[in-house]
């Protein structure tokens, strides 16, 4: 029996009081989230779905997301999560392309007809059987709400085997068309298994669940992890800074997962609430960071305010997702994302595949237990992005001589400015150093003469009055002439993922330039 849900049947057996999900003043125990999944299941065999089927899920990190997650892996489909900010057209491309046979939403219940992507994007995917809303209110034929109103009954977990496909995630398509990556139940367990013992996540623990649950990092790492080991889960529908700190501080939150641009929110915050702050140091014992680098400056700074370690991991969903991590009994060096997991392999190759040596810089290769299987319905692409049982990840990096990996930057972001290669990441940690900058994206734009120029995208600090010329002078100090940025946009804010990743590509069109706050350039070299 390899089915993922598996762990939540030994936790509900485990520990059948104790609370797993909290939510505001909602409270569900581990019994009642296993009868839940378990009438979840049964409705789901009775809507005529079979092992293997998908089944996608579009909701925020409510409790209603695990309850589903985890009765469509019982009942032995697939689950395939869906990004909770997808319009119609992204829906429906999705439905069609996973093959989902059913899809589980949630809509608000003050959305307008003409909002209601979900319903919307439904309508256009001929071959998906089923929509179940998550809510009785609506007019829909299945209502996951309705649906716990019935009383519990055993649901044996349909058994699978290790390589069975359990998950489908969706690449972010930043280029072409979004990708399926499909996770095997042996990809999300041993992944699941690793991150409770990077975290030394315990029974006692309880982690805080801002990482939107349709994506990787947050699904694995922190959902995944908390029901294998039975720790309870406070659920945040929305990131919003003072409501977290308050969540931490009133749910004596001991593990808290983010990406960087929430660990720089959750500084701002504590900056206006020293108070709060103190309260949290009593709380939180253990940071982990991933989706994107870490600034080592923003790693100091929370390190120094709220007196715990900050850890920081490396992946991606292809690997179910952690690859490397920092241990919490081990060294952490400024600027990596530390050690390959146990039984994972990374090495770094040329452009030709070949395996370069220690501290060259080149593309980061994974193999491991965690590696997809592949993409779904796309064996040409699998094909690309897996060889010899490597995963290529599109990631520049180096490995020193103890096995430490520092990532640089993606491939597709390196900037070629006169022949030279620039690394944005480079640029953007030193301009993090400066005491006005909050956040910060580079990018390279066309220039005729160069190929490519550098530009600089930067949020200040709320009090600051600093100017874009100050930042040009404070690289340059700092900067070989051909890496300085030329042009330094001053924004009052950064375009997003839902997942708090920095939008790069949205920096680039002459529109979004245009209407920037400030822009301050200056010669060539």
Known sequence: MHNLAVNLERSAALFPTKAALKMGTDDVSYQQLDDYANIVAHNIVKLGLLP????????????????????????????????????????????????????????????????????IGYAQAPNCEHFISMLASTNA??????????????FESV??????????????????????????????LTNAMASQYLMRLEYSDTTMLTLPLFHSFGQTVMMNASVLTGSTMVLIPRFEPKLVIEQIISHKVSIFAGVPTMYIALLTAGEQSPEQSEKVKHSLRLGVSGGASMPVEVIRQFESRFELPVLEGYGLSETAPVATFNHIDGDRLPGSVGQPLCGH???????????LACGALGEVCIKSPSVMKGYYGRAEATAESIRDG????????????????????????????????????????????????????????????????????????????????TLVAWCKSQLAD????????????????????????????????????????????
């Open 52 to 119: 293997g089927d998908k089944v996608a899920l579009s909701c925020p990190n409510m409790t209603f997301f695990p309850i589903a997650y985890y009765g469509i892996l019982k009942a032995g489909c697939v689950v395939v999560p869906l990004n909770t900010l997808f319009k119609s057209r992204e829906i429906a491309y999705h439905l069609n392309d996973s093959d989902a046979k059913a899809y589980f939403c949630f809509e608000a219940p003050q959305t307008s007809a003409d909002e209601q992507y979900g319903s």
């Open 141 to 154: 034929e299945h209502a996951l709400e309705t649906w716990l109103e019935e009383s519990p009954k055993p």
């Open 159 to 188: 058994a699978r085997q290790g390589d069975d496909t359990a998950v489908i995630l969706y690449t972010s398509g930043t280029t072409g068309q979004p990708k399926g990556a499909e996770l095997s139940h042996t990809n999300m």
């Open 345 to 355: 392999m990374i090495k770094i190759t040329d452009v030709q595949g070949n395996t």
């Open 390 to 469: 490597w995963f290529l990840t599109g990631d520049i990096g180096r490995l020193d001589e103890h096995g430490n990996l520092f990532i640089v930057d993606r491939v597709k972001d390196m900037i070629i400015r006169g022949g030279y290669n620039v690394y944005p990441r480079e640029i953007e940690e030193v301009l993090m150093c400066h005491p006005d900058v909050e956040m910060v994206a580079v990018v390279g734009e066309h220039d005729e003469r160069l190929g490519e120029e550098i530009h600089a995208h930067v949020v200040l600090h709320e009090t600051s009055s600093c100017d874009g010329e």
């Open 482 to 525: 051909y890496k300085y940025p030329r042009r330094v946009f001053i924004r009052s804010s950064l375009p997003m993922t839902a997942t708090g990743k920095i939008l790069k590509r949205e920096l680039h069109p002459l529109d979004i330039v245009k209407n920037v706050a400030e822009e301050i350039g200056n010669g060539s070299l």
